[in-house]
């Protein structure tokens, strides 16, 4: 998929999860091909213009040909992922131009917006504000011109005062001319990085530093850099006010801490658990059995990096990653177990990217230094002492209040890491087996 059809950028974090964030630009590990391409973008540009607090407003311009007629599905619509606490959302222009050259816009009577469902019991709706925006284009045929562009203001900084872009370009697909501007206050102290494409910083309005690139790719690529996922290979363009990976896993603590209170009701949860259990790692694996058979998984409300409140989590039965690992840190410090999160990227990058935007990691573990141990407890089929494939030899960002900085999840070992899954007579009931250091 090309980037314009994926809401178009990383500009923010959204842990979690297995489904990464905020749809990259270029497809996690995409593969190039020698088809012919059913889509072309002769134009597309990008605009990001940043606030000193972090908040920022992006606008996005693109005009698309529909090649054939496997490209007209594609075509028809559009989405635009937004949390109205977050953003605000104006649609600028929608319209096709068929190929005799009519112009027909696409009625605002069409937009439809879908909204996150229900949550279980007193929790209430899982992501009240969380919704998507679908634009619909009419009487798209092969050889149609769709036009699009929008503009979406982040009223609320991910993390206050700090902003950070990760903005990969594919060459899987046909871009005539690609356009990216971003324009940040003098003030702000940020650092850029940009891979394969042309251009730098620009002239600026004063009080402000501009930068311009620009992209183009003719031939759909069919290389093996063109598998790779963003953060190893292909065109990109990074900036962040982070200085560090270590100031990164700061600031993620320093936004989630206040969600992870020990609560009466995770103490009592804590004391419960660990009756007979007189270890750290008895104790651990005590939570971890819990959190990981009685909290069900489900994906992230976009743009979040925030957990919910750990008795929000109990009441509801279910959670993100975020919540998973806020849950077990609170039930860790109930039984003062020290303990630190641990950012991931989950995917078939193996490294991070060269500069420490927010977007290098979308899922959280937690790690317990005493045990030199990692845990996963949103991953139910994984045994206690274990990672899931997509989660091990990964470089990891420690964010803790005693133990920041960068470390390595340990890599599978063949013949003692392994899993069996047994299926009872009701499908859904599962029994999980495996040694993993149990």
Same mark, same amino acid.
């Given at each position: 998929m090309g980037f314009s059809r994926e809401i178009c950028y990383v500009v923010a974090l959204t842990l979690c999860c297995s489904s990464a964030l905020a749809p990259a630009i270029a497809a996690e590990g995409a593969q190039g091909t020698s088809a012919p391409p059913s889509i072309k973008y002769e134009r597309y540009s990008a605009t990001y213009?940043?606030?000193?607090?972090? !908040? $920022?407003?992006? *606008? $996005?311009?693109?005009?698309?040909?529909?090649?054939?007629?496997? /490209?007209?599905? #594609?075509? +028809?619509? !559009?989405?635009?992922? $937004?949390?109205? %606490? @977050?953003?605000?959302?104006?649609?600028?222009?929608?319209? #096709?131009?068929?190929?005799? /050259? %009519? *112009?027909?816009?696409?009625s605002p009577n069409n937009y439809r917006v879908l909204q996150a469902g229900p949550g279980k019991g007193r929790a209430g709706a899982w992501c009240p504000d969380h919704k998507a925006m679908t634009v619909l284009f009419p009487d798209v045929v092969s050889g149609s011109l769709v036009v699009f562009s929008y503009r979406r203001v982040q009223k609320q900084a991910l993390f206050p005062d700090q902003f950070s872009l990760a903005l990969p370009l594919s060459r899987s697909e046909v871009y005539d001319d690609v356009q990216i501007r971003l324009s940040v206050p003098e003030s702000m102290a940020?650092?850029?990085?940009? *891979?394969?494409?042309?251009? /730098?910083?620009? +002239?600026?309005?004063?009080? %402000?530093?501009?930068?311009?690139?620009?992209?183009?790719?003719a031939k759909r690529a069919d290389s093996e850099d063109s598998h790779l996922p963003w953060p190893d290979a292909g065109p990109l363009v990074l900036a962040t006010t982070f200085d560090d990976y270590q100031m990164l896993g700061a600031a993620y603590e320093v936004r989630s801490r206040p969600k992870v209170a020990v609560t009466e009701r995770v103490q009592a949860l804590a004391d419960e658990l660990t009756e007979g259990a007189h270890t750290p790692r008895a104790q651990v694996k005590a939570f971890y059995d819990w959190v990981s058979k009685n909290i069900r998984f489900v994906g992230s409300?976009? /743009?979040?990096?925030v957990p919910r409140d750990v008795d929000r989590i109990l009441t509801s039965g279910m959670g993100d990653c975020k919540d998973h690992a806020a849950l077990m840190q609170a039930l860790m410090d109930a039984k003062r177990i020290p303990n630190a999160l641990a950012l991931i990227r989950i995917g078939p990058s193996v490294t991070l990217p060269a500069l420490p935007v927010a977007a290098a990691v979308n899922?959280? @573990?937690n790690y317990i230094p005493s045990l030199d141990l990692f845990v996963d407890s949103s991953a139910a089929n994984v045994p206690f002492g274990a990672l899931p494939p997509s989660a091990s030899n990964k470089p990891v960002v420690l964010a803790g209040p005693l133990l920041y900085g960068l470390r390595e999840t340990p890599s599978i070992d063949g013949p003692q890491d392994w899993v069996r899954t047994t299926y009872k007579e009701d499908p859904t009931r599962r029994e999980t087996i495996g040694n993993a250091g149990l």
């Open positions: 213009d940043v606030n000193v607090d972090g !908040t $920022y407003a992006e *606008r $996005y311009e693109w005009a698309m040909r529909v090649l054939d007629e496997q /490209g007209v599905t #594609s075509a +028809k619509s !559009t989405s635009i992922a $937004y949390a109205e %606490r @977050l953003h605000d959302i104006q649609i600028i222009e929608a319209y #096709s131009v068929s190929p005799d /050259g %009519r *112009r027909i816009d696409a940020l650092h850029v990085f940009s *891979r394969d494409v042309d251009g /730098g910083q620009v +002239k600026a309005p004063q009080g %402000r530093r501009e930068w311009l690139w620009s992209f183009r790719n409300c976009w /743009g979040s990096v899922h959280v @573990l």
